[in-house]
């Protein structure tokens, strides 16, 4: 009896520690769907109402009509595909390459990667932005693309390598005297079982280069090139700031976010089991 | 179908050199064998062939052509991997399937090959299965077929039962054995089990420290070891070797094993060891060779030592003793377990013996006169002679 009694107790204190993180996660979020939602009467009165009786797509409808938003979505849309798709790419090539040939500095390489976490973001903005300057690449998609893929490449070759480090090298050898070309072993035998890791490389990626606002602030300038971030954050440059349509924007960008790291993200849990056991 | 050659063949790994000027021919249908000890360059000769590693001078020839930089996907060859090394995200279907997919067979043709070989071997149930749902005997079978439905020049196989338990594997060489009987393809095998390379073998390599020490047909390789490290390498339990010297005496050669033991060393044998008369010597002599009891023939040498352990193996014992130091072993009657801790007569049959040059380790060579070969010990009592020795 008391036993029970016991085990419902620790039942409740662990579900009643997720409600609280739950709430503190989750509610900014509804907090911000509803607003969305509102008429802006109910968003500005002074007593905050939490449902509301009228909802209505208003904001939405000012958000695509009257502002760049589709045009900074589709930019950020390509940005951050073009970068998750490069790193992933250049990503799997060093992992492979750094896990399976001998070469000079192979070690040095591997240990130093991570490296390039030791500076703020804030600290390289700077040299970046000159360095971009110089090869002509400020103010274009481009420019962005690489900043995110070199931002991100340390930790994707670092996961993506213990991915490969763990496994065999029998298995492509196997493929190779099979006659398989070595392309052709490493996509249909490395790839597939690297899937998790190639999984969890892109949503990492992904996520930096769709919420960067630092690199898009400093380095593109016309507006029809910006990002989400830095498009929405001059939403409030107008003398009124029109907040129902700021939370539709932050939905806006929520979503395809949201909806990515859904649709993979049981990949993602077994990617980092197995690289945290293998790596 | 392909006869395979070696010509002056090497590999260094930076300062090691793992394989070192290995020249061999194995013929068309051939079953070849490397054995050796652990780190003796079998697996990476095998994977030279195989074109998995690149060869640092000599070369590779594979129905006449040279191979040596041809990559593996076109030497048509099939390897079994110790690891079994099966595609975990695949079917056993697709495993199989996989090489043939890759020379672009259409799908009938690689449907009935893959149902052929798994009903050859077994597994035909096994066909939907993952690897990972097999156990350790099924994989290996898969692993098998994996190779055979390609129908390659030759098969590779690296110590391919080395994972299995003790009957499965007595099991299982059988079985490839028979493989071989009905294909008729070249096979290399590469182990470091001398039993395995008794059994399966047409001819045996024996490496060592990179070099081929021997290459010979099993029996061959049994009766006429060449060196001392072959001599030992071959045949359980582990031939006897006995510090000796010779001496004339008696109207012939002595064999002095201690200051109170000398054998008379038998005429056919005396002309050829004349030579080493006062030179370091060793004995080699099989248990087979030295039996516990007095001799039929009062006649044929034999001296006293004092039995530590006897060990029956079921149709015959094992007895050990020390004797001038050395740990040796002699056959003796099942009926004799009770002789431990007595001293008995030991004799020697010096028709069987092996006189090794101890300062190049060589056998010194005995032409084939016609003696009577020596007794075949049945594998499985060889093995079980094994472990009591372990
Ligand atoms: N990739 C490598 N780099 C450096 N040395 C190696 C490499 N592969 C093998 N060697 C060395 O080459 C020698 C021969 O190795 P190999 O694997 O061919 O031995 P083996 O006869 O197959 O032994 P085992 O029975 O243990 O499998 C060993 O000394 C080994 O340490
Ligand atoms: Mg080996």
Not at chain 1, 190 to 217: C, E, H, K, Q
Not at chain 2, 69 to 89: C, E, G, N, W
Not at chain 2, 211 to 227: G, I, L, N, W, Y
Request: proline share 6%; charged share 20%; with cysteine.
């Amino acid at each position: 009896m008391s036993l029970d009694y016991r085990m419902i107790l620790a039942r409740l204190l662990v579900y009643g520690a997720a409600l609280v993180l739950v709430t503190l996660c989750g509610f900014p979020l509804v907090w911000m769907v509803l607003t969305s939602i509102k008429p802006d009467q109910e968003i500005l009165s002074a007593a905050p109402t939490f449902w509301t009786a009228n909802p209505h797509l208003g904001a939405f409808e000012r958000l695509f009509e009257t502002t760049n938003f589709p045009t900074y979505f589709a930019n950020s849309l390509i940005v951050a595909g073009s970068a998750t798709v490069l790193t992933v790419f250049i990503g799997a090539l060093a992992a492979y390459g750094i896990t399976r040939f001998r070469f000079r500095g192979r070690e040095l390489v591997a240990g130093t990667m991570l490296f390039t976490y030791m500076f703020a973001p804030i600290m390289i903005v700077v040299p970046f932005y000159i360095v971009m300057r110089n090869l002509g690449l400020v103010n274009s998609h481009l420019g962005l693309i690489l900043s995110y893929t070199t931002f991100s490449l340390p930790f994707s070759m670092w996961l993506l390598r213990s991915f490969f480090q763990s496994i065999p090298i029998d298995l492509e050898e196997a493929a190779m005297v099979d006659g398989a070309s070595r392309p052709q072993a490493v996509i249909r035998v490395i790839l597939p079982m690297a899937f998790p890791g190639l999984i969890a490389v892109s949503i990492f990626t992904f996520i930096v280069a769709w919420n960067d606002y630092l690199f898009a602030r400093v380095l593109i300038g016309s507006d029809s090139l910006k990002t989400l971030p830095v498009g929405i954050q001059d939403l409030y440059e107008s003398t009124v700031t029109d907040w129902g349509m700021v939370m539709a924007a932050g939905v806006m960008i929520t979503l395809p976010a949201l909806v990515f790291f859904i649709a993979v993200q049981r990949y993602l849990v077994a990617g980092w089991g197995a690289g945290a056991v293998k790596g | 179908m392909a006869t395979v050659e070696f010509e002056g063949l090497c590999k260094r790994f930076g300062p090691v050199v793992a394989v070192e000027d290995v020249t061999l021919r194995i013929e068309d249908g051939e079953f070849v064998v490397l054995v050796g000890p652990s780190g003796c360059g079998k697996s990476t000769t095998l994977r030279m062939l195989a074109g998995l590693e690149p060869i640092s001078s000599g070369n590779i020839k594979l129905d006449g052509r040279v191979v040596n930089t041809l990559a593996p996907k076109d030497r048509d060859i099939a390897m079994v991997f110790q690891s079994y090394a099966l595609y975990p995200h695949m079917t056993v279907y697709k495993n199989m399937a996989f090489g043939l997919k890759m020379k672009g067979a259409d799908r009938a043709t690689i449907d009935r090959r893959v149902r052929d070989v798994a009903e050859m071997l077994n597994i035909s149930a096994l066909l939907d299965r993952k690897p990972r749902a097999l156990s350790g005997g099924q994989r290996q079978r898969v692993a098998m077929g994996r190779a055979l439905v390609r129908n390659p020049k030759a098969f590779l196989f690296d110590e391919p039962l080395s994972n299995l338990d003790a009957a499965l594997r007595a099991q299982m060489r059988v079985e490839i054995k028979k493989l071989h009987r009905r294909l008729g393809t070249t096979i290399v095998y590469v182990t470091h089990d001398q039993i395995e390379a008794m059994t399966l073998a047409d001819r045996i390599v024996l490496m060592k420290d990179g070099k081929v020490e021997q290459v010979d047909s099993p029996m061959a390789m049994f009766e006429r070891p060449r060196t001392k490290f072959v001599a030992g390498f071959i045949g359980t339990p582990k031939m006897n070797f006995l510090p000796a010297s010779l001496e004339a005496g008696g109207g012939g050669l002595l064999l002095r094993l201690s200051p109170s033991v000398a054998l008379p060393i038998p005429a056919s044998r005396a002309a050829i060891y004349e030579l080493y008369v006062g030179k370091p010597v060793e004995l080699g002599i099989r248990a087979d060779h030295l039996v516990v009891g007095q001799p039929d023939d009062p006649a044929s040498p034999n001296f006293e030592v004092l039995l530590e352990v006897v060990e029956p193996t079921g149709t015959e014992a094992l007895a050990f003793f020390t004797f001038e130091g050395v740990e040796l072993s002699a056959r003796c009657s099942p009926r004799d377990t009770g002789l431990a801790g007595k001293s008995a007569a030991v004799t020697i049959d010096l028709d069987h013996m092996h006189l090794i040059d101890a300062e190049t380790s060589e056998v010194v060579a005995v032409p084939d006169d016609g003696t009577a070969p020596e007794r075949v010990v049945p594998i499985e009592q060889a093995e079980r002679g094994q472990r009591a020795v372990r």
